[in-house]
């Protein structure tokens, strides 16, 4: 599909070679989730009910070192977010998280490459995650300079590429043309997710994950869980 940057045998290679430098990586995870899509969900929005309401879990100095201490030699993180690089919508923040809750794939516009798609597979197959949520963000520069069809240079230009298809699929329909794109860029990262075989797409047919599109806006800090055909 246009939308993600193209693969290549070198996708292989690294993925032979994150099961050298990922300890987990060895074998399918044999410890099951302690907690589902459902609840990892509802503890994802909890969290960002906070966020909004500026009533965040502040944790003292000890608290963190424990918590450190306990997720030093492992983790369990119980979603994944795949989320923006923007520097305004730190997933761990937004969704008032601490250190082990959440594994995070940031990229310009959310793209997923190679790299970000082994990464999430990764989390799925060796560390359990029930839940992939793609969250697109209010004001996305890498969105509007791909609506604005802006001439970047360098790999800047590989970005704009992926998106390109979002801004197509919406382009002429009512209402901001940027805020549609974003949007609909969400949704389809999800889909193309959804969809990717191996692990991904067998751990969704069985029920064990679930991936969704959100978005935030960076007006009010507030997440909504994206329905295609929905606004």
């Given at each position: 599909?246009?939308?993600y940057l193209p693969?290549?045998?070198?996708?292989?290679?690294?993925?032979?070679?994150?099961?050298?430098?990922?300890?987990?990586?060895?074998?399918?995870?044999?410890?099951?989730?302690?907690?589902?899509?459902?609840?990892?969900?509802?503890?994802?929005?909890?969290?960002?009910?906070?966020?909004?309401?500026?009533?965040?879990?502040?944790?003292?100095?000890?608290?963190v070192v424990k918590?450190?201490?306990?997720?030093?030699?492992?983790?369990?993180?119980?979603?994944?977010?795949?989320?923006?690089?923007?520097?305004?919508?730190?997933?761990?923040?937004?969704?008032?998280?601490?250190?082990?809750?959440?594994?995070?794939?940031?990229?310009?516009?959310?793209?997923?490459?190679?790299?970000?798609?082994?990464?999430?597979?990764?989390?799925?197959?060796?560390?359990?995650?029930?839940?992939?949520?793609?969250?697109?963000?209010?004001?996305?520069?890498?969105?509007?300079?791909?609506?604005?069809?802006?001439?970047?240079?360098?790999?800047?230009a590989d970005v704009?590429?992926?998106?390109?298809?979002?801004?197509?699929?919406?382009?002429?329909?009512?209402?901001?043309?940027?805020?549609?794109?974003?949007?609909?860029?969400?949704?389809?990262?999800?889909?193309?997710?959804?969809?990717?075989?191996?692990?991904?797409?067998?751990?969704?047919?069985?029920?064990?994950?679930?991936?969704?599109?959100?978005?935030?806006?960076?007006?009010?800090?507030?997440?909504?869980?994206?329905?295609?055909?929905?606004?």
């Amino acid at each position: 599909m246009a939308r993600y940057l193209p693969k290549s045998t070198w996708s292989t290679m690294a993925l032979l070679a994150a099961v050298t430098l990922f300890p987990a990586a060895a074998a399918w995870s044999a410890e099951p989730s302690t907690i589902d899509a459902e609840g990892a969900l509802k503890r994802l929005l909890e969290g960002n009910a906070r966020f909004v309401e500026g009533k965040l879990h502040s944790p003292t100095a000890a608290e963190v070192v424990k918590r450190r201490a306990e997720v030093a030699h492992s983790q369990k993180p119980f979603a994944i977010i795949v989320s923006c690089s923007d520097s305004r919508v730190g997933p761990e923040i937004v969704f008032d998280q601490g250190i082990g809750d959440i594994f995070v794939v940031r990229t310009a516009g959310e793209v997923v490459d190679n790299a970000a798609l082994g990464s999430i597979e990764y989390a799925v197959a060796h560390l359990g995650a029930p839940l992939v949520v793609v969250l697109g963000h209010e004001r996305c520069g890498a969105v509007s300079a791909a609506v604005a069809g802006a001439k970047e240079p360098g790999h800047i230009a590989d970005v704009l590429k992926a998106i390109q298809p979002a801004v197509d699929e919406t382009k002429g329909k009512p209402g901001d043309a940027v805020d549609n794109a974003i949007r609909a860029n969400a949704l389809d990262v999800a889909a193309h997710l959804q969809a990717t075989g191996p692990i991904l797409a067998e751990q969704v047919k069985s029920g064990r994950l679930k991936i969704m599109g959100a978005y935030i806006s960076l007006d009010t800090g507030k997440v909504e869980m994206l329905e295609r055909g929905k606004k």
